[in-house]
């Protein structure tokens, strides 16, 4: 499905009835991570999955992908959809970064957090200097490197020995993102703010998930968000690098249907 928003067209994929549960992805992926939520979860909740702008079914936009601007667009397609809060914001990684931008928003809006292989913290400046180089290596040898780069880091030594046809269809949600999603993702990630203070302020339930061998962001950070929040569950999944949802989706499926359950009884 498709929602014209301001200035682009918003993909977004919906199952479920009752509280609507957001499910934002990572960098450079799609909406199609959530394949197994969206089949799993779809009795506990209303789940919506929006392709972020540039990436998968919507369209792109040049410059910089603000996380406060990806908060809006998905904050813009909820009121489109005639959702109406309070809703749970979850999101992986990157998804994760947008999530906090929402909360930091709209925090009477929300009736929970799901942070997935994600972080609160801004970037160092060598992660800063990063950005710039990936940037560079994007326009320079193209997106095919790009993702090809980005693979063996995403999934768990488990998941890459033992299960190829995941890594091919991983490959393929990125082979999705544009040149201007990668761009401006990367740019968007290199200016975001600390979100630790989101954090410490925010005081309805959260999930954090982690997959126990995940390369691109250590578990410390998963447990330096717990601490700061008030009511919080960890779960730290054994098997899965940087996407929980698509490595051991029954884990992570279980994990975040007893969070429902919390949010709801609350
Ligand atoms: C992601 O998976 O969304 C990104 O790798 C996060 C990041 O680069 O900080």
Same mark, same amino acid.
């Given at each position: 499905m498709k929602m014209r928003l301001t200035d682009f067209t918003m993909a977004y994929l919906e199952a479920g009835e009752?509280?609507?549960?957001?499910?934002?992805?990572?960098?450079?992926?799609?909406?199609?991570?959530?394949?197994?939520?969206?089949?799993?979860?779809?009795?506990?909740?209303?789940?919506?999955?929006?392709?972020?702008?540039?990436?998968?079914?919507?369209? %792109?936009?040049?410059?910089?992908?603000?996380?406060?601007?990806?908060?809006? #667009?998905?904050?813009?397609?909820?009121?489109?959809?005639?959702?109406?809060?309070?809703v749970?914001?979850?999101?992986?990684?990157m998804g994760g970064y947008v999530a906090m931008a929402y909360?930091?928003?709209?925090?009477?809006?929300?009736?929970?957090?799901?942070?997935?292989?994600?972080?609160?913290?801004? #970037?160092?400046?060598?992660?800063? *200097? *990063?950005?710039?180089k990936a940037m560079e290596s994007a326009r320079q040898d193209g997106l095919e490197a790009t993702f090809d780069n980005m693979l063996p880091k995403l999934l768990s030594p488990q998941t890459l020995a033992k299960n190829s046809q995941l890594a091919k269809r991983v490959h393929h949600i990125m082979a999705a993102t544009s040149l201007q999603g990668v761009l401006g993702d990367l740019a968007g990630m290199r200016e975001r703010p600390d979100a630790?203070?989101?954090?410490?302020?925010?005081?309805?339930? %959260?999930?954090?998930?982690?997959?126990?061998?995940?390369q691109i962001i250590p578990r410390v950070e998963a447990e330096s968000m717990h601490a700061a929040l008030s009511d919080s569950q960890l779960v730290v999944i054994p098997g899965a690098g940087h996407l929980p949802p698509l490595e051991q989706p029954e884990a992570f499926n279980q994990a975040v249907s007893g969070f429902l359950g919390h949010v709801t009884r609350r």
């Open positions: 009752g509280l609507p549960v957001l499910l934002i992805h990572g960098y450079p992926l799609s909406k199609n991570i959530w394949q197994p939520q969206l089949e799993g979860l779809a009795s506990a909740a209303r789940l919506i999955a929006p392709d972020l702008r540039g990436h998968g079914g919507s369209s %792109a936009t040049s410059g910089t992908y603000s996380m406060e601007l990806l908060a809006d #667009d998905c904050h813009a397609l909820l009121g489109a959809l005639g959702i109406r809060p309070p749970v914001v979850g999101g992986l990684s909360a930091r928003k709209y925090p009477a809006e929300l009736a929970g957090l799901l942070l997935v292989a994600t972080r609160a913290a801004a #970037d160092t400046p060598e992660a800063r *200097n *990063n950005r710039l630790m203070e989101v954090l410490l302020g925010f005081k309805k339930p %959260a999930l954090i998930v982690h997959g126990e061998d995940d």
